[in-house]
């Protein structure tokens, strides 16, 4: 039975991976259309459990009738066929619907709708571009991915709940309070205005505070986990009680949002509870009074206490919810700001797949600022031929990453054309484009997964042969059976921890290269590959590299200049052009900004690292 209720709705529908609407309306019903028919049956089984609440206090006030006019021993004679139909709805109707209703909600809507919403708005922001990721929180961005579902789904569910209870209590109280006597429906009526004029009051404003309570919470999320994430420079640099006020800063906005919430509940619970006193007050005197006339039989008193007192408690559970229906919204607006935004880098709508048949790359008049007005990138022009090993050098901020950036299309360039065997990238697929191109950078984050995952993320339907030959190549081998994690997990099942922090750099780079190894893309960018390793283990990569190398078309990067003085061809750039190219022999001739840059890498300093990097800043 359980496991029926469990499959009516698929969690990991892929969807459409369009953008989701930045309407809320439309936000809500981009979800809900999928799953329509459930949502339709549980406001049909909730019908039918808030039809059954109220018969339920109408056989009570006609139970007091009956007991007041029969006789004992003719009780069950006279009455026995109305007993049995109150006693079957109320022993096997209430239990079958409330039953139906709580599998619905916690088999059926819970687990689905929310991972639902979850596994699709992750697609959707996680082919957001790079760009997005690099203007937020890492830990913000996840904590509305993660909240927004369960408030989606909570707010429908409390609203399907909600609807019946609000219509058919205060319709079928007011009706059952006419027939007794006109009177007792007066201080309902007025009820209803007051209570209608208390949500009208204070539900926008709890809703409000909601949207900024979520803001406040997604920012503390985000500052918490930023110094969770660089714990090592936190820790460097003895800033634990800097990061307490990063910290404190946010979780003071959040409390002083907190406080103003909270005061607005208490002031709509207190008067929520002012006016139901007086309407307990005031019908029940009314209804005394008027049975101490004639005008109404003392089952109807019972039945017009009993609903007031249901009504008074109900009134105070339907504010809680639409309460929670608001706030639920406000969450899903404040999410829905970070979700519902528009990629920045999409496929061409006719998008094909990149071929390659040499690996030829051409950039034309290529310019890119990242949104500015000028620098990066300056009508950059080059021609790169299949199987060509190209060293780019320059000093820092010359615009030598974002060349590689732009290459491998994490950013869509603003002039100029860049093509790979002839073909615009921007015409092409971006997950054929990268599939094509292997990449070792200098930053090296690793996932916090296992070494044999981050090294068949190079290439997921390789061997085990063949990841241990790439780690052999990448010489990770001689770390990797020694590795073991906190679990007990060893060698290749050793998880390496968030962006790999458990491993040296030199290991982190050696796996990030046995990736690329294993990937054995036809175009290969390197990209400061070997900066991290000692030079003896530097030496021995650089053979493998050759290896990897052959055949292939190369783009590498370096500041240390002697790691690509023996490449095909060596491009300087500076201030987003292209300044100089040719052989080392022939820029180191020319006296141009190679030469110099050459001249203070082996022009004896005393620290060789120490002069490397004043070139880079020169």
């Known amino acids: 039975m359980f496991a029926f209720f469990e499959r009516l709705i698929d969690p990991y529908t892929p969807g459409t991976g369009e953008q989701p609407p930045a309407k809320v309306s439309a936000f809500y019903w981009h979800y809900l259309r999928q799953v329509w028919p459930t949502f339709a049956a549980l406001m049909l089984v909730g019908l039918f459990v808030a039809l059954i609440e109220v018969a ?31 006693a079957a709805v109320i022993l096997v109707g209430r239990p079958v619907f409330n039953s139906l209703h709580d599998l619905l909600i916690h088999q059926t809507i819970a687990p689905g709708v929310t991972n639902l919403i979850r596994w699709q708005t992750h697609r959707y922001v996680l082919r957001q571009s790079i760009g997005f990721f690099n203007n937020d929180f890492a830990g913000r961005v996840a904590n509305k991915v993660i909240q927004t579902g369960p408030s989606l789904r909570e707010s429908l569910t409390q609203a399907s709940d909600a609807v019946w209870f609000v219509l058919l209590y205060t319709v079928s109280a007011l009706v059952l309070f006419a027939e007794a006597d006109l009177r007792l429906a007066a201080p309902l009526v007025v009820w209803i205005i007051a209570y209608l004029f208390v949500l009208r009051h204070f539900i926008p404003r709890v809703s409000r505070k909601s949207e900024e309570m979520s803001e406040a919470r997604s920012l503390l999320t985000g500052r918490v986990v930023d110094s969770y994430t660089n714990i090592h ?33 208490t002031s709509m619970t207190m008067t929520l509870n002012a006016i139901n006193a007086l309407l307990m007050v005031v019908t029940g005197l009314m209804a005394v009074w008027l049975w101490s006339i004639g005008v109404v039989s003392t089952g109807e008193v019972a039945l017009v206490g009993g609903l007031v007192v249901r009504i008074n408690n109900m009134s105070g559970w339907i504010m809680w919810e639409v309460t929670g229906i608001f706030e639920n919204i406000g969450t899903v607006q404040d999410g829905m700001n970070t979700i519902a935004r528009p990629h920045t880098v999409v496929d061409a709508g006719n998008a094909r797949k990149l071929a390659i048949s040499g690996g030829a790359v051409e950039f034309d008049n290529v310019r890119f600022h990242y949104g500015r007005r000028s620098g990066a990138l300056e009508g950059v ?3 790169i031929r299949p199987g060509e090993k190209i060293g780019v050098v320059g000093p820092s901020g010359a615009g030598k990453s974002t060349l590689v950036n732009v290459f491998l299309r994490l950013y869509d360039l603003e002039g100029g054309v860049i093509r790979i065997d002839g073909q615009d990238i921007a015409s092409l697929s971006q997950d054929s484009l990268r599939a094509a191109v292997g990449v070792v950078t200098q930053d090296t984050s690793l996932l916090h997964r296992s070494i044999r995952d981050n090294i068949k993320y190079g290439r997921p339907d390789a061997s085990d042969e063949e990841m241990i030959r790439a780690a052999e190549m990448a010489h990770a081998m001689s770390f990797i059976p020694d590795l073991v994690d906190n ?24 796996i990030a290269i046995a990736r690329v190894l294993l990937k054995n893309a036809p175009i290969l960018v390197l990209d400061e590959a070997t900066s991290a390793l000692d030079s003896d283990v530097e030496a021995a990569i650089q053979e493998s590299l050759g290896a990897l190398m052959e055949g292939k078309t190369v783009i590498a990067i370096a500041h240390r200049l002697s790691t690509i003085a023996r490449m095909d061809r060596l491009l300087v750039m500076d201030k987003g052009r292209v300044v100089e190219t040719g052989s080392h022999a022939e820029l180191v001739a020319s006296g141009g900004l190679y030469a110099r840059l050459w001249a203070r890498q082996t022009g004896g300093f005393l620290d060789a690292d120490e002069a490397a990097e004043q070139a880079v800043h020169a």
Do not use: C, N
């Open 381 to 383: 022009t080059l021609a």
């Open 233 to 265: 420079t936190v820790k460097l640099f003895a800033h634990a009680e800097r990061e307490d006020d990063f910290a404190r800063e946010a979780l003071e906005d959040h409390t002083s949002v907190f406080y103003a919430q909270q005061r607005l509940i």
């Open 487 to 510: 679990r007990g997990r060893r060698g290749f099942d050793a998880h390496v921890g968030e962006r790999g922090v458990k491993l040296s750099g030199g290991q982190r780079q050696r």
């Open 56 to 86: 339920i206090f109408r056989y009570i006030g006609r139970i007091v009738d009956i007991l007041g006019v029969a006789k004992p021993g003719q009780l069950l004679q006279d009455y026995g066929w109305e007993f049995a139909w109150m």
